[in-house]
C-alpha cells in the first residue's frame, strides 16, 4: 500500500470571452477496495455553482457552469490517496468484452493481431475464443509487441482519432496505445477498459488499460511497457475515452481554445 499525494490543474484558456459555460471536470480520484481517497480539495473559477456528480460507470467529478463572459477556465484539485493493489477488484461487465467507437477493429488492427498469434507459444483458437488460455504472460507479449510497433509522438492524433487510424499511423499519444491495446485484448476475447488518471512524476494526466483476468482487473500501461502498480492513481475507467475523458464542456461564443494541464504525484512516506 502507498500514500499519494497529487496535484491536477486544468487551465483552458479562451481567446475572446465565452459565456453560459457548462462543463464536466472528472479529477476526483476513483474510490473502490484498491483506491480510497484520505482528503481531498478543489477549486474552480469562475463558477456560479459546483456539484458533485457520479456517473454510470462509477467515475466521479464536478459538474458547474460559468453564466458570465470570461476567457479562461480553472481547475485545481489537490489530495491524498491510498493504492492498494492487492484490494478486492471490482467485477467484470460484459460491455468490456465488445468493440467501442474507439477500439472498433480494422484490417489493420486484424492483421496485427494475426501476426502476433503466430509466435511460437500463443494459445491457439479462432478469434475472440482464446480468454481462458490467455493469460498475463501472453498480454505482456502482445503489450511489447505493441510498444515495439509504437512510436510516442504528440500532435500526430488527435482526441477523435480511432484504434484503426493510430495503428495505421504507427504513431500516437497515451490514448492511442491505449484504444491500440483494448481492440487488440478484445479480439482475444479478453474484457478490456479504458483508465484516465495519473502517475507518479510531474507532467501531464495519462491513460492505461485494465484487463479481465480470473483473478480480477490487472492495470497494463502499453505506452510505458509496464505492469501498473501502486504509483498510479485512477480518475476515470470505461469502454474508450469517450466514456472516460477527464474534461468536457460547451459554451456560447466563437472563441479559440487552449488547453494546458499539469500534474504532480509524489509518495507520502
Request: aromatic share 10%.
Amino acid at each position: 500500500m502507498k500514500r499519494l499525494g497529487f496535484r491536477y490543474e486544468m487551465r483552458l484558456k479562451l481567446d475572446q470571452a465565452v459565456w453560459d459555460h457548462h462543463f464536466l471536470i472528472r479529477c476526483r480520484p476513483m474510490e473502490s477496495a484498491r483506491q480510497q481517497r484520505e482528503r481531498m480539495s478543489v477549486k474552480i473559477e469562475p463558477a456560479d455553482f459546483v456539484s458533485e456528480v457520479k456517473d454510470g460507470f462509477g467515475n466521479e467529478g464536478y459538474a458547474g457552469s460559468a453564466k458570465k463572459p470570461h476567457d479562461s477556465l480553472l481547475a485545481v484539485a489537490e489530495g491524498v490517496v491510498r493504492v492498494d493493489i492487492g484490494g478486492t477488484s471490482d467485477p467484470v461487465h460484459p460491455m468490456y468484452r465488445f468493440p467501442s467507437a474507439f477500439t472498433m477493429p480494422g484490417e489493420d488492427i486484424r492483421r496485427f493481431f494475426g501476426e502476433t498469434r503466430l509466435e511460437p507459444g500463443w494459445p491457439a483458437g479462432k478469434e475472440g475464443s482464446g480468454s481462458r488460455r490467455m493469460g498475463r504472460k501472453e498480454l505482456m507479449y502482445m503489450m511489447n509487441r505493441l510498444y515495439g510497433r509504437f512510436v510516442y509522438s504528440p500532435g500526430a492524433t488527435t482526441v477523435e482519432t480511432t484504434a484503426e487510424e493510430a495503428l495505421a499511423l504507427g504513431k500516437g499519444v497515451c490514448q492511442d496505445y491505449a484504444h491500440v491495446f483494448i481492440s487488440l485484448c478484445r479480439l482475444a476475447g479478453i474484457p478490456a477498459r479504458y483508465v484516465a488518471g495519473m502517475m507518479l512524476g510531474e507532467g501531464a494526466s495519462h491513460a492505461w488499460v485494465e484487463v479481465w483476468l480470473e483473478d480480477g482487473w490487472l492495470g497494463m500501461d502499453p505506452t510505458n511497457n509496464r505492469l501498473v502498480d501502486e504509483t498510479y492513481i485512477k480518475l476515470t475507467h470505461g469502454r474508450d475515452f469517450r466514456d472516460g475523458s477527464i474534461d468536457r464542456g460547451r459554451f456560447l461564443g466563437f472563441a479559440g481554445q487552449s488547453q494546458e494541464i499539469c500534474v504532480k504525484v509524489e509518495e507520502i512516506i
